[in-house]
């Protein structure tokens, strides 16, 4: 049986690492085509996104979406990766802080930042991920880059211990935010729990963990996640075979960005975009 293009949505558990998710599914779907949206790292847990099948040339469209974490920040150390899986490098007293300060401190992380990612992470340089430049002996600084937390919450102060939710876009790192709001307070801090609850509108509730897909491969198909993530078009069946062969359109989309096209029978085609009067092709599916 050929398994669906589509989207396989996992609770991640916290040791694997993202390509290690992958080679699961692999194994899971029998095919070699499948990757992911978003790494998270082997200490996170929750929602990773895998793509099998023609969804894979999908998952580069599916970054751009806002994704949502749960996390746990402990103040007064500091770690080489700004996170638990890190070489403790400093650590200092924080019984002189109230609640009140640390609320601001994280407040001050809403809206459009400029932030350093940490040099441990999956970011290329110069073609080679920085954690492997790290590993090599390197000293590795990486650029600030905007990213906009939409909205941060914290939800307790327990002596150093802060638990929060935020949404935020993609390629934000909640690490850099615990290391940053400790380096605000004056003490240090790093990110000692991170649960991803959603990737754009898929949550927790459509995940399903390796154990459960063991059982049974649930596949969100290729045209039920075009819907979700994007904006959508219905064609006729003139506009579906241009649409086919990658032609540009003299068509108004109903938004600016990439669109969901589909044929009368429901078949999604493509990710489209307007170009002055005409629409042009960003990716054919089919």
Do not use: N, W
């Not at 099998?52 to 806002?66: D, E, Y």
């Not at 939710?165 to 004056?186: F, K, W």
């Amino acid at each position: 049986m050929t398994l669906p293009s589509g989207l396989v949505v996992v609770d991640k558990p916290a040791g694997p690492t993202s390509h290690g998710v992958v080679s699961r599914v692999r194994r899971l779907s029998g095919t070699r085509k499948v990757g992911h949206a978003g790494t998270l790292d082997p200490m996170a847990t929750g929602v990773l996104v895998v793509g099998v099948g023609r969804a894979t040339r999908l998952l580069g469209h599916l970054m751009l979406t806002v994704k949502a974490y749960d996390a746990t920040v402990r103040l007064g150390v500091t770690t080489t990766t700004d996170d638990a899986e890190g070489e403790v490098v400093a650590t200092a007293v924080t019984d002189g802080l109230d609640e009140e300060q640390v609320r601001s401190a994280f407040a001050a992380f809403v809206g459009e930042i400029e932030q350093v990612p940490a040099a441990v992470s999956a970011i290329k340089v110069d073609g080679q991920r920085a954690y492997a430049r790290v590993r090599a002996g390197e000293d590795v600084r990486l650029p600030a880059r905007a990213v906009t937390v939409h909205e941060l919450t914290v939800h307790a102060v327990r002596g150093d211990q802060v638990e929060l939710s935020l949404r935020c876009s993609s390629g934000t790192y909640v690490r850099a935010i615990a290391r940053d709001a400790g380096a605000a307070l004056g003490v240090g801090g790093h990110l000692s729990a991170l649960r991803r609850t959603a990737v754009g509108p898929f949550g927790l509730d459509h995940a399903r963990t390796l154990e459960q897909l063991e059982d049974r491969l649930v596949i969100v198909p290729i045209a039920e996640v075009a819907r979700a993530v994007f904006p959508a078009l219905d064609l006729d069946e003139q506009h579906t075979a241009d649409v086919r062969v990658g032609r540009k359109l003299t068509l108004a989309l109903p938004a600016p960005g990439p669109v969901a096209l589909f044929a009368p029978d429901g078949e999604f085609l493509a990710l489209y975009e307007q170009a002055g009067a005409l629409a042009r092709a960003v990716a054919v599916f089919v």
